[in-house]
């Protein structure tokens, strides 16, 4: 007689059935990630989410308890992974100048080659607190390095790390609007540096040095 | 026998009946942009916009035609009125640098003083073209003033005009969220100034010259 794993409801093996779980819960999160770059993140129901991932409507909450829940999983998918990614580039960055410009310069980029993901983020940026909960801090970190190291001259660092998050969402969305915008992640890092104290040449020269590539998630 | 105004459907005289009509449009205006300011502009119905204004349901349409419509009129009464207070103090100022610093200490401490306009700016200018297109060209105007004059070294007016439109949006929302934020209107000033290549410690000069008042809306 074979035996039977009691803890699972059906013949299928526990490993298999977690994959499976996993992969449907990801199919979700990514159909929410998708409607919500196209149409905003509080515009957005739970039975068009299901919808698009070609499942009942009932299969929501068996893995969200809440809409704020799968919101917060979408942007843990597409951001904190970003910004764990930017952590490990900078890591050993020994100019804070470039740590701040290279992060900014990065952000800009995928909003280019990854417009979907560029949406997401405007759209969830002025809608949840969840983006600046995840990029806030990170800002914060990299301006204080900056004034420690007598790189950057803030007058405050609250308003200057509002500033730049404000900043981003407005300079995604112009690139994600405008027809071309060559060079728009360099721009963009050279205004950020010389917001925080930079000098005009040397914002220019930090922000034009070789962006080294983002590290490869292998989380 | 008494003349009877014939063009009139009641008794009332025109005149009359023009202010009554101007005044309930008021009304509904003062509670969609009250509505808009607690919730955000797309979360709000247009069946509480009237029942908050003590309207009938149907009274909606004999004002405006659409959600929209309300929408742009709530933006031109709160925002373009301000945007041409700030026009008119800044006509005579010789140095653009203080243009700039200017009407952007006026626009944080109107939010200050007066939170529900300030929640207004903040949820309409992530969710509606209409803000930045009251005060994009503004900023446009006066960096590009500032570029003419010397007095700024900017890389690309189009980044620094998202720049300064998104900082003031997150500034405002932090501003409207802190216990205390005592001279925020100069820090976020000298902030701007930075960013638009003014040397620090003439940007702190600048955002600290006595302020002139807003001139009262005489239109």
Redesign the interface.
Known sequence: MPSVDSGSPSTVPAGRQQRRREQTRARLVEAAQRLMAER?V??VGLAEITDAADLGAGTFYNYFQSRDEIVEAVAEASVESMGAALDRMTAGMPDAAEVFAASLRHLVLRAVTDPLWGWFVVRLG??HPKLIEILGPRAARDLRRGVDAGRF????I???T??T???????L??VLS?ETKDG?DR??A???L????V??GEA?EVASRPLPPLPVDDA
């Open positions: 905003g509080e515009a002025v809608a001259a803030i007058p405050d609250d308003i200057a509002s500033c998050f404000g900043s981003l969402l407005a300079t969305h112009l405008a728009a721009l963009f050279q205004t950020m010389c917001m925080v104290g000098p005009a220019q």
